[in-house]
Every structure is written in C-alpha cells, then in structure tokens.
C-alpha cells in the first residue's frame, strides 16, 4: 500500500455530532485550516430542540425558568460541571455564532433571552428548551395564548397520533382538536415516512393540495399544528408559504428520532460548511493516532479505498459517549476508545445504573467521561494534560447529565466553543514566544 | 363471565372453589376443574405469571437432572414431560437434551450418571463426542462426555395462557390485579376470602366452598393468613436471555447440580442459568451484576460463546421450596411438590399446593383438583392427562421467532409492524385485545407486553413501546394523560432484566432510549 502525503491542518475535529459541527464551525471562523471526520451523528436523533439548562438539582427536579440563572446556581454547585469552566458571556456567544450558521442557511431559529419556553412532543408530554426551530415557533405561542388549534396527522404514518397529543395535553391545552387526514400522492405508499413527505413538501404543489385537505377542516383554528415534516432543508420557505396557503400560522412538533429536524441540521451542515473552508471527511472513522517528535498529531483514517492521512497541529476531540463511539463499555469498565484516556467512571458495573431508569438523580454513568483542565484538555492518571495540544468538547466529558439536567446541545456547542479558543491561544502564544 | 357486581365496593362473589395464585399451578387447576364441571374463580395479585411461572428457565425435564439426587422428581419430569408433549405440543419445542461434562469435572459423577438415568427409567444414549461437537458446534472443545436425553422446551406463558383460556371459555373467572389480604373463619370452616384490587384499592369478598392456595413461594404466607403456616425456603434464580439461539437442543452440564449450568433454546434465543441464592423477603426480587458475571464466567466452560455473546434480558424467579432452613444447598431440596390439606389442622375447606416444577403443574393439579372434588362430591374424573389443551390463536405472540414467520408469509398492506425487531404487526395486537375480553378495559403497555414479544427485542422498548401507545389511543383504549404513566411503567418493567446487562451494544442501546425517553420526551419530570 503506498501512503499519500498526509493531509495538513491546524486542528483535526474528530466527530461530526453536534460538537463537533459547532467545534468545526468555530474553527473555520476564527481562520483555522481545519479537517473534520465522524461516522455517524447523534445529530439525527436530535429533536431540533436546542437546550441549554433545564433542571438542576436533577435529584429535586427543579425546572429553570431562566437558564442563565440555573447555570449560575449549577457552576456554584457542580464545580466540575463544564459550564462552570465558562463564562455566561461566551456560552451566549457560542450560542449566536452557532445559531447563526443555520439561519443564514434556511433553517432559523427562535428563543427568548432569558427564558425557557414550554415546547410538545411527540406523546403529547410538554418539556423545557431554549433555542426552538422557527418552524415549531407558532406552537410554543399558540399554546401559552391557549389558542384554538387544529392538530392533524397522517393516514399510514406510524409513531405519532394527534388525538393521543391532544388526549394527553388536554389539561394544559384544552383547545386542542385531532383530526387524522390523508397525505397527497400517499395513496401508493404502504407506509408514510417523515422524511418522504418533508421532501414531498418542497414542491409547491404537495402544499397547495394538502393545504385544500385541510382547509375545511380548519373551522375555528386559530393555528395549525402537524408532525415535523415541513420540507428538508428550505424550512423557512416551505413554513411561510404553507402559512400563506392554509391561512393560519403553522407549527411542527418533531416526531420520535431519528427525525426530520435531525436530519435537517445535518443535511444543512453538511451542504454549507465546506463553503467555510472545512474539510469534511464523513463517514470516516479515525482508526490510529501517533504523535509525531515535532508534537503533531497524524491520524489514520480508517477506509478500505483510500489510506489517508492527517497531519493536525493539534486535535479537538468530539467523539460523543456510547453512541457516538468515543466511549465503550466493556463487561468490566469503560474506556476511551481513541487514546485510551483515563474516565472518570463508578467503581464497578453494578453501580452504572439505577434501579428505576426514571430516578430523578439519574444513572451515575451518565457523569462518567474524561476529565478536564480548565482549557479543556483531558487529563491523563496524573492529572496533567494528557497532551498539550489535545482538547474535547461535548457530551464525552464528564460531570454532566444532559439528559436530565436538559443541558445537551448547549453543552456541546459551548464546550466546542471553549474548546476551540483555548487551542487558538495556545496557538498565538506559541507563536508570540517563537 | 362479566363481573358487574365488581365495581361496588366492597361486592361479593359467590363460587364454588376460589384458587388463589394465576402460576402454572393454579391456571392448570382452574383447567382441570373446568372440564370436570366444576366452575371457579382464580385470584392473582399481579398479571398471569407474575411469580416463578414467569421466571423460569422453561426447561420441560426429562427427569435426568434429577436422577442423583431426587430420584421421585426424575420419576414424575419423565412421565409429565411425555403427557405434555401429547397434550400440549403447541408450547412445546421438542428440542432433545444433552449432559455434557467438560475437563476437570467430577469423573466419578460421570461414570455413574448412566446407572442413575437407568434406576430411575429415564432413557439416555451415550454420545460420540465428536457427534456431540458436530450436532452442536456452539459446544467447548474440552468436552469429555456426552448423553443424550429427552429434554425438552416449553413456553410457560403460551402454557399458562392457554389454561386459563380454556378454563374461561367453559365457565370460570379470571380476576386480575387482585390479592388475597384475609380470611374469615368460623368454627374451623372458611366462610369468606378478603381480597384488595392493587390498582384501584377496592374491597371484595368471595364466598367459596372451597379454597386452594396455589400461591407457589407466596404459599407459606398464605397458609398463616389463614391461620395454618407452612415453612418455605425461598430459593432465588437468575437467567440471562441471548440475544440469538446458541444450540438447537438443551444442554445440561453433566455435574451435581450448580451455577449456571443448563441453556434452554426458545424460539430465536436460549436462556442460560441459573444461579441459586437463598432470600429472606419477596419482594423486589432483582438479578445482581454479580450473579450475570457468575454465569458469563461459569457458563463459558461448556459453551465458550457466551463470552462475547448479546445479552438481551436478565430475571429471576423464587423456587417455591418447602422446607426448613437446613443450610444446605438449595438446589438440593426436593423438587417433589406437596399438597398440604390443612383440614387436619382444622381449617376443612382449604388446601394448599406448592413445590414441585413447571414440569409438574398438571400433575399438581391433577392432584388437587383429585381431592377438591372428593370433599364437594364431585365424581368426575381428571381429563387433562389425554385431553388435548386447545389452542387460543392469538398466544401465539408470545414465542420469539413465531411472529416474524407469520407476518412475513402474509400481511395485509396496512398491517404495519409495531415492533420492528421482533416483527410484532398491528394484526396481532387486535387479536391480543380481542381474546382479553372483559379485560380489555384494564389495557396498558405492560399488558400487551406480557402478552405479546413487544418491548423483548434488541431496541429494549424503545421505540414500539411509542408506536404500541399510539395505537392504543387512536383505537380508543386510552384516554386523557393516562398513557404517560404506562410508558413509564412499562419501560420500568423491562428495565429490571436490561439494568445488569448493560454493557457493549445493550449500553448503547440503552443510552439511546435513556436519550429519547428522558433526553428528548422528558417522561422522568
Ligand atoms: C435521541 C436523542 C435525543 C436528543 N434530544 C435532544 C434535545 O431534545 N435537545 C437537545 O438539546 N439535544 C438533544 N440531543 C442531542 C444531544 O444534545 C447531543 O447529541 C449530545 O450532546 C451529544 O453530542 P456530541 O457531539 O458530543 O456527541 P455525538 O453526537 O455522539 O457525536 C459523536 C461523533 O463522534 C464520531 N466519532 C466517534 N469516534 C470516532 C472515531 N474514532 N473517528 C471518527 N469519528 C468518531 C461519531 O461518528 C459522531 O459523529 C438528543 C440526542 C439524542 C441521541
Ligand atoms: C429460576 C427458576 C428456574 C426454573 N426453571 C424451571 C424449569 O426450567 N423447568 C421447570 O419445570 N420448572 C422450573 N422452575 C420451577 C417452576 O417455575 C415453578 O415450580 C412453577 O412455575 C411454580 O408455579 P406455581 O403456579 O406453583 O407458582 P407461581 O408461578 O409462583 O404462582 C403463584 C402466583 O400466586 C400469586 N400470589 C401470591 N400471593 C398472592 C395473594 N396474596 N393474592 C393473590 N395472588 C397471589 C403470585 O403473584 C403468583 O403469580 C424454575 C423456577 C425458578 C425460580
């Protein structure tokens, strides 16, 4: 096998999850040569929802109805906790600079400052979040002005009732009314995926036809709320014309992952980041890493076609938990599955988990994960740096809960974030001593 | 068979026998007495099997593990073994068996082992082992003896439901959910049952001419309720469900009985154990990581595979043992059953049948119903012996394997599957609920699981569990916030045999879950 010159850059992004996306993103903005491989991406389980802090303690189930403030009160009293490396300010910022991408490119979103919002899913239960696709908007409005709303759902799509919805949203919500319809040129098909129909949705005629469906099922509706299945990646066109059509605002609620709103950020990602110079190699698995006598990184990626490689100044890893791959749990610990990096991790396996997988204190292997310094690089048995120029970011590192404290996507883009600086600075200051 | 008197509080009900306990023993007693005219209601405190007929290995024995050391049980697995393979074939897999022993077991053990099976009248063959190696190659390579036996492999929740079907169909009453808290006596005679719906805290009252406690490891609780106790040791097992089939047939390490030491093939798995633990309380029994390391580690020897193998499930069960606390090995009290009439200890009207196996429960209830029907003048005899159990279509949801085979020979268009990885259609949920009758209005998810193979496959739940509740309401069994609570029970549920388990593909599928359940849908707030 003949080995082609390494690819060169200044920082490799390993994972394309949320952190990574928002890791490679930072890069490319601050001006970074940068290369980013992942093989899948927890992104298209994701909700669309971006959370940033819901509830803390997790143990009393306190909900947050200021984020900012729940972090503040979260970084007094988990030290380690990520968030509480960070500044407000710059967790805010992150935020922005990510948020930002996908709103130039066709998919906005919609929060108040300092406020969590009351949003659906898909078995009718409401939840917290913070940044809120556009497209699922007129719903958080609707049911806080206890609007009357016309929920519909679709002949031969599984997974999602609009009468189970407005059953279960009922004494929040009682002005809810489900209505089951059929969905244009579905005839043919035994079963209607999500994704089918958001593409279907694209065409101009697909609405105009639904929108004729509905429209005299509408009655008193105020508003119009339907599965997440309005268009793929032209959301902000496709929801605003099919507004105008139907005559009412709209809504999505997301359906049960992997769903559309997932897919949409990735798709959207995928379209769009290379125009900010960033090299994606995807899907790919990173198998080997060395480091070079100089302090560089080179990486083997894993292809049975091509042999490349890359040669990085430094690497941001991003490479999620048991999902994502970045963690593995054997029938005896877990490991880090790159570097072999010590985790933070309970001391035996019949301590990983609960007895009730709902305990509000969570599972203790939830906070299992590598362990940081303050400019996010993980730390080896020692307590140092496990290399100089080796960072992480998003749900990999430890002292978290996102699944219960809400925390997930804030956390991975502020972290990235983080992250990300702390390897320009180290960068500039070499460069000021050289 | 409705029961509209139900719903007041604190009704009564008037049979002529009341069973207490929905296990093998008491759906099986229920049966007997039915298709010998005589009506009852069963009483259970949970769901159908709630106790040990839902948590065993499902092993249908030939006899010959028990041929060193219990020589009456062997006697009795062989003769019931055959008379349910003729009767009962539906929830029978008959697979064979085999004793194997590997390097460094008991020498003597082996060499007795034939003498044992002969004295006791259970055929064997010795094995070739290379024909052993070669008929199941799943075997360890250090294998150094063989017999082949007549075990064989039973789906004790086809079983239990089918007896109570037919049980049903011919007169008697099945009430769920619904525990027996007292009796009333006078003068040495049980005039009235006290019983509580667990659900809904109502009172009710039975009236029976005659009482059984079928209650399996609950027995001795029972007995003293009634003012009569019969010591029990409680005897905790645990078994690890693969997640796909190892050997065609059942394989029995050829040693004294012990840990982790028989695989029980079903459908597409096999279940390997068990583990023998002596508990103190019934409640809340959990398997430990301890003991699935035990097995992994023990289980290896004779079938190196199960190192690296999927597991998909882990449950235990309590052996209803009868006994006194000698301290010795559990697996070595008897497995012979006892059928205790306490009218010697003047309560006249009651008796109580525990013990035994899943193997036996015809026989225990042969027995029973034998004396029941002397002492209410009933002359009619046992029929369950030739008599075929029919089949109830739609049970059949319960064997791995079964649905996916059926669905794929022929569905409707719209028949979507609910459950994509054991392949469970929308089809069989409606028969799930049609053949529950007047049950169906204490639908929920954890209901239809026991039922069906919903929530038994490789995604923990996770997914058919949302699709299964939204079918639900949009047929209607459902209404306001109601489905919540049973999404959280059911997950909970499945949860027990997953927690321990977790590592490798399982752990991440179950983060997954975690991250849609908690993550996304919020269901723990
Ligand atoms: C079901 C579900 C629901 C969710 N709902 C919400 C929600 O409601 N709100 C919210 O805010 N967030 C939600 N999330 C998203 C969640 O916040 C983020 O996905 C999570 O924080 C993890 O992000 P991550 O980028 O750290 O890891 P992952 O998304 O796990 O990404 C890890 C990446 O690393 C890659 N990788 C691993 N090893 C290698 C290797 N050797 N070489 C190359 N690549 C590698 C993987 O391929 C993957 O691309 C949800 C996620 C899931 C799964
Ligand atoms: C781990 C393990 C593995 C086994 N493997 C095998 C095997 O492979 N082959 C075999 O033949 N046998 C096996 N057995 C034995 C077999 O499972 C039992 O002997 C048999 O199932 C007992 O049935 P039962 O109906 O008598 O008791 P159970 O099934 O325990 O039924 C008793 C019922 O009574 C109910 N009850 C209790 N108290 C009350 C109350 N107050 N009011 C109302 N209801 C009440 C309980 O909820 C329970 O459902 C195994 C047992 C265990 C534990």
């Given amino acids: ?434 | 068979m409705a029961f509209p008197f139900f719903r007041k509080k604190g009704s009564l009900i008037k049979t002529r026998v009341l069973i207490i306990g929905g296990g093998a023993t008491g759906t099986g007693l229920a049966r007997d007495l039915a298709l010998r005219g005589v009506h009852c209601v069963l009483v259970e405190q949970g769901d159908i099997n709630a106790g040990a007929s839902g948590a065993n290995h499902g092993l249908l024995h030939s006899g010959a593990r028990y041929v060193s050391k219990d020589p009456e049980a062997a006697r009795e697995c062989r003769d019931e073994s055959i008379i349910l393979k003729q009767t009962a074939s539906h929830c029978i897999e008959d697979t064979g068996g085999l004793f194997v022993a590997v390097e460094g077991d008991d020498e003597k053990f082996i060499a007795d082992f034939p003498g044992y099976c002969s004295h006791c009248g259970i055929s064997f063959r010795e094995m070739d082992i290379k024909e052993a190696r070669s008929l199941e190659p799943a075997l360890s390579k250090n294998i150094i003896a063989a017999f082949e036996v007549a075990d064989a492999s039973i789906d004790p929740f086809k079983l239990v439901l089918e007896n109570i079907t037919q049980a049903r169909k011919l007169g008697s009453t099945f009430i769920r959910n619904t525990k027996v808290v007292g009796f009333k006596k006078r003068k040495g005679h049980i005039n009235t049952v006290n019983l509580v719906n667990v659900q809904t805290g109502e009172d009710l009252l039975i009236e029976a001419d005659h009482v059984v406690n079928a209650s399996g490891a609950w027995a001795g609780e029972i007995a003293a309720l009634a003012g009569d106790p019969i010591d029990m040791i409680y005897s905790k097992g645990s078994l690890l469900i693969t997640h796909s089939r190892i050997t065609g047939r059942v394989v029995n390490r050829l040693r004294p009985p012990s840990d982790a030491d028989i695989l029980v093939p079903g459908g597409t798995v096999s279940i390997i154990g068990t583990t023998s633990a002596r508990v103190d309380a019934l409640d809340d029994i959990r398997p430990t990581a301890a003991e699935v390391d035990l097995i992994v580690d023990e289980g290896t020897a004779m079938l190196p595979g199960l190192e690296s193998m999927r597991y998909i499930r882990v449950y235990s069960g309590v052996r209803p043992l009868i006994g006194t606390q000698t301290g010795e090995d559990d697996r070595y009290v008897s497995r012979g059953f006892d059928l205790v009439d306490h009218s010697g200890k003047g309560i006249e009207n009651f008796v109580t049948i525990t013990g035994g196996k899943l193997t036996t429960y015809r026989l225990m209830a042969e027995q029973t119903a034998d004396l029941v029907c002397h002492r209410l003048g009933v002359t009619a005899p046992c029929r369950t012996q030739t008599e075929l159990l029919p089949s109830a279509h739609a049970w059949k949801w319960t064997v791995p394997g079964i649905p996916s085979k059926e669905w794929l020979k022929d569905h409707k268009p719209d028949d979507f599957l609910l459950c994509e990885c054991e392949m469970v259609p929308r089809s069989a949920l409606d028969s799930i609920i049609s053949a529950m009758g007047e049950h169906k209005k204490q639908l929920d998810l954890t209901t239809i699981g026991k039922r069906s193979r919903i929530g038994k496959g490789a995604c923990q739940g996770s997914l058919c569990s949302i699709r299964v509740l939204v079918y639900l309401y949009d047929k209607g069994h459902l209404q306001s916030d109601q489905g919540v609570p049973h999404l959280r029970k059911f997950l909970n549920e499945r949860w027990k045999g997953q927690r321990v388990l977790l590592w490798d593909m399982p752990l991440i599928q179950s983060e997954l879950k975690e991250a849609i359940h908690c993550g996304f849908l919020s269901l723990e707030i």
């Fill in chain 1, 1 to 434: 096998m003949s080995h082609p010159e390494p690819i060169q850059c200044d920082l490799m992004i390993i994972g394309t999850g949320m952190a990574g996306m928002a890791a490679a993103l930072f890069a490319a903005n601050r001006g970074l040569s940068t290369v980013q491989a992942g093989v899948s991406s927890e992104v298209i389980y994701a909700s669309g929802y971006m959370d940033l802090l819901g509830v803390h303690p997790i143990e009393d189930q306190k909900l947050w109805d200021n984020p900012w403030a729940g972090i503040e009160a979260m970084a007094r009293e988990i030290p380690n906790h990520p968030y509480a490396l960070m500044e407000m300010e710059d967790i805010n910022t992150a935020l922005e600079e990510f948020i930002s991408f996908f709103h130039e490119n066709g998919i906005p979103y919609q929060r108040k400052m300092a406020e969590n919002v009351e949003v659906m899913t898909p078995v009718g239960k409401t939840r917290p979040t913070y940044f809120v696709p556009q497209s699922m908007w007129a719903g958080v409005e609707a049911m806080k002005a206890q609007h009357r709303c016309l929920l519909v759902d679709f002949q031969r799509m599984q997974g999602f009732s609009a009468r189970q919805i407005a059953e279960v949203i009922g004494n929040k919500w009682p002005n809810v009314r489900p209505a089951r319809i059929r969905f244009p040129e579905g005839d043919k098909l035994t079963e209607l995926y999500p994704e089918w129909m958001a593409r279907k949705m694209e065409s101009p005629i697909i609405r105009e036809k639904l929108a004729r469906i509905i429209h005299p099922l509408l009655e008193d509706a105020r508003v119009l709320g339907l599965p997440a299945i309005l268009g793929m990646t032209r959301t902000k066109e496709v929801v605003e014309d099919f507004a105008n059509r139907v005559g009412v605002p709209v809504f999505e609620i997301p359906t049960i992952p992997p769903a559309v709103p997932g897919l949409r950020l990735k798709e959207t990602y995928e379209q769009y980041i290379s125009g900010k110079g960033v090299r994606l190699l995807f899907p790919k698995r990173i198998g080997q890493v060395q480091q070079e006598p100089d302090g560089a990184f080179l990486l083997t990626v894993e292809d049975t076609v091509s042999n490349d490689r890359v040669r990085s100044r430094g690497i941001l890893l991003a490479s999620g938990r048991f999902l994502g791959g970045g963690l593995h749990a054997g029938r005896k610990r877990i490991e880090e599955t790159l570097f072999d990096l010590p985790v933070f991790q309970p001391a035996a396996r019949s301590e990983w988990h609960r007895e009730d997988f709902f305990d509000p204190r969570g599972h203790p292997i939830n906070r299992a994960g590598l362990e940081i310094d303050d400019t996010f690089r993980p730390l080896d048995i020692s307590g140092q740096p496990a290399f100089p120029n080796l960072f992480a970011a998003g749900s990999i590192l430890a002292h978290q809960d996102w699944m219960r404290m809400k925390c997930g996507s804030g956390l991975a883009i502020a972290t990235a974030y983080a992250a990300v600086n702390a390897f320009v600075k180290q960068r500039v200051d070499k460069d000021l001593q050289a």
